[in-house]
């Protein structure tokens, strides 16, 4: 299997050095068949893990460091396809949505090439079993990823974006070797087997949350989310797309990587774990619904659904801490199916608003409208993928999130009070978020889709190109087929549970919830299909019927236009100013004046700012700001300060050695 990994460096190195030879139009296809020709190879090389068949091998055997080996088990097996696949649908979307701008060759050849190795770090992430090697790959992953988003490097909010992500990646950097190093010290080993042995000897509870922390802000949880939401603006499409669907998984990979070498305290991590879960969620979705700048709201959306996931890791843990192989199975279970079905559905939104903003060249909802008659296809898209998001059938964003509501529902059985009121709490707090999640993208879809055009646009928008839209059209082939034939995923992530826990089975209550879910989804198919046969009927009765076409009636206005639509603004108002605490919103207009019978044309302006960002992070950076301007006397510009400055230096060593204090 070593000669695959090769031959996938190989591929990578040969692609990067043919990227700056070939012509323009090409570049994005030399880079398309890199990224597919390392997924093939990786995939071989995972889908006998799948089976149960781990994967093991050495790369360096006695280092200073200690053995580094490759190790594909089932769950590095199920996040690496993930990889492979949005990697793939990424390439070749990218190939199309970059075809409409000018950029130059050189451009070119960093972004692909950069791309090819983003790729193949975050599989890397998932097969390198050493602290210090795994650093090596999460670190390639984060400047990789960073110098993707700020592909439109002279926009000045793009870059602050960028560097935003990167400190912020940077953060978890500082958690994740805070937590090796604690593991080397106390076993001398960076191996991840010395992380069980570590749990094995001490207490659990401090150095998986460490962990977490580092993990976490990858993923998105709150207080630790405040990049996605300026990352994945700022990043071209295909770039968001695989970020959310694939990059932020790779935290949930981690702390499932952690809980495999658990040994103790499941049910206080769970209860941690379960809790600030559903107030991500919470959270995400709010902002979510208030946001018009469609590509912020996605990303407020993955902050959600990351919530969604954790609910699913928190209900594992304490199903392990109180022996109920239902909820260890649906928790688990629900979580990692969620991971690709996110993975799924959120790379389809963020390449179907891609096609919106390539059309269109802006995000505000609020300037858009009507885009069904002259875009249908991304229409239909967009439809498909918000249907699936907001969990609702016959899509596979059901299937994951029923699993995790029947996991809540188990543990109803908990011997424990405070368990049992957690539990009711949690499912009162997933039902809001789905009930939120369809008010945000029924705004979302009626904003920008239905109605009429807000604003002229500077070129009418007209349906993408088909390499964009074949992408799109893979993912729902493969959404449909985990919301129709569930029994062959769930299958797959039973086997990798097993690694997890061996003592529980679950393979009957698995089965069977999988033929539930398969029932409801073909019943919503019926449903689908007696509704479109209605339709069928009603379109034949009204051919041969003279049909006219009038304008809507407007209430008594004889003169409608466009701005009397409803706005997302609109849409989402009575939520914002409800949770106005929460969801801070900062207006810039002139009050009218007392008397002011006939007022002057007047403009009003508003955005919301995150709440923790906008409390707590904006201040601690103001504060370094003011603190670091006291030196900034130091760097004064002039030449004549610089060279006392090394005078000084120069002086001191030499006292110091004088007097023997250093040699």
């Not at 207490?203 to 994945?232: E, M």
Request: charged fraction near 10%; include cysteine.
């Amino acid at each position: 299997m070593m000669e695959m990994i090769i031959v996938s460096w190989i591929v990578t190195l040969l692609a990067i050095f043919v990227l700056f030879f070939v012509p323009s139009k090409i570049k994005g296809y030399t880079a398309a068949v890199a990224v597919l020709a390392n997924s093939l190879l990786i995939s071989y090389i995972a889908f006998p893990a799948l089976g149960g068949h781990i994967q093991e091998f050495p790369v360096f055997a006695g280092t200073f460091l200690g053995d580094i080996s490759i190790r594909i088990d089932g769950l590095s097996a199920w996040f690496i396809l993930i990889i492979n696949f949005t990697s793939v649908t990424g390439v070749f979307y990218g190939i199309g949505y970059l075809k409409a701008y000018t950029n130059s060759s050189s451009k070119l050849n960093l972004h692909w090439s950069l791309f090819i190795i983003f790729h193949l770090s975050m599989v890397w992430v998932c097969m390198l079993q050493n602290g210090f090697a795994f650093l090596l790959a999460w670190e390639m992953m984060s400047l990789t990823s960073m110098l993707l988003v700020i592909f439109d490097h002279h926009n000045a909010q793009t870059l602050k974006a960028g560097l935003n992500y990167l400190v912020q990646m940077h953060i978890s950097v500082v958690f994740l070797t805070i937590g090796f190093i604690w593991v080397y010290s106390s076993t001398g080993s960076f191996g991840f087997d010395a992380i069980r042995t570590f749990f094995l000897s001490n207490n659990n509870i401090w150095l998986f949350l460490v962990f977490f922390a580092g993990f976490g802000l990858k993923a998105g949880f709150i207080p630790l989310h405040s990049w996605l939401p300026h990352a994945h603006p700022a990043a071209p499409s295909h770039i968001s797309g695989v970020m959310s669907g694939v990059i932020v998984k790779l935290g949930i990979y981690g702390i499932f990587r952690m809980i495999t070498f658990l040994h103790a305290d499941f049910i206080l991590l769970g209860e941690i774990i379960l809790t600030l879960s559903v107030l991500t969620g919470i959270y995400g979705i709010l902002n979510a619904t208030v946001h018009r700048d469609f590509k912020r709201m996605l990303a407020y959306c993955t902050i959600e659904k990351i919530g969604i996931i954790g609910i699913g890791i928190g209900i594992g843990l304490i199903g392990i801490g109180n022996a109920s192989p239902a909820m260890y199975f649906l928790g688990f279970g629900g979580a990692l199916l969620q991971v690709l079905n996110h993975s799924l559905f959120k790379s389809l939104l963020f390449y179907s608003a891609g096609s919106v903003y390539q059309q269109c060249h802006t995000r505000d909802m609020e300037q858009l409208g009507g885009l069904i008659k002259t875009m249908p296809k991304t229409a239909a898209i967009f439809l498909i993928g918000a249907v699936a998001i907001g969990g609702l059938p016959p899509f596979n964003g059901f299937v994951s999130e029923f699993a995790i509501y029947s996991g809540l529902i188990e543990g109803f059985h908990a011997n424990s009070l405070s368990q049992i009121i957690l539990f009711v709490l949690s499912l009162a707090g997933l039902c809001l978020i789905g009930g939120l999640s369809v008010l945000t993208f029924t705004k979302t879809f009626g904003t920008i889709f239905l109605g009429q055009p807000r604003k002229v646009l500077q070129h009418q928008p007209h349906e993408v190109s088909l390499l964009m839209l074949l992408p799109q059209y893979v993912i729902i082939a493969l959404m449909l087929s985990v919301a129709f034939v569930p029994q062959f995923y769930l299958k797959i992530i039973l086997e990798a549970l097993y690694e997890i826990n061996s003592t529980a089975n679950g393979s009957v209550l698995i089965n069977a919830y999988a033929s539930t879910i398969s029932a409801i989804s073909l019943y919503s198919i019926l449903l689908i299909g007696i509704a479109a046969a209605l339709w069928f009927i009603r379109s034949l009765v009204m051919k041969s019927r003279i049909q006219r076409v009038e304008a809507t009636w407007g209430c008594g206005y004889v003169a409608p236009n466009s701005r009397i639509q409803y706005t997302g603004k609109s849409f989402s108002k009575p939520l914002g100013k409800i949770l106005n605490f929460l969801l801070i919103e900062k207006k810039q207009f002139e009050e009218l004046k007392p008397g002011e019978i006939f007022p002057a044309k007047r403009s009003y302006a508003s955005h919301y700012h995150d709440f923790f960002e906008h409390n707590f992070i904006d201040s601690i950076t103001q504060r370094l700001i003011f603190s670091a301007n006291y030196f900034s006397f130091i760097q004064n510009g002039r030449i004549q300060s610089y060279v006392l400055y090394g005078i000084v230096f120069i002086l001191a060593m030499f006292i110091l050695t004088v007097f023997n204090i250093v040699s």
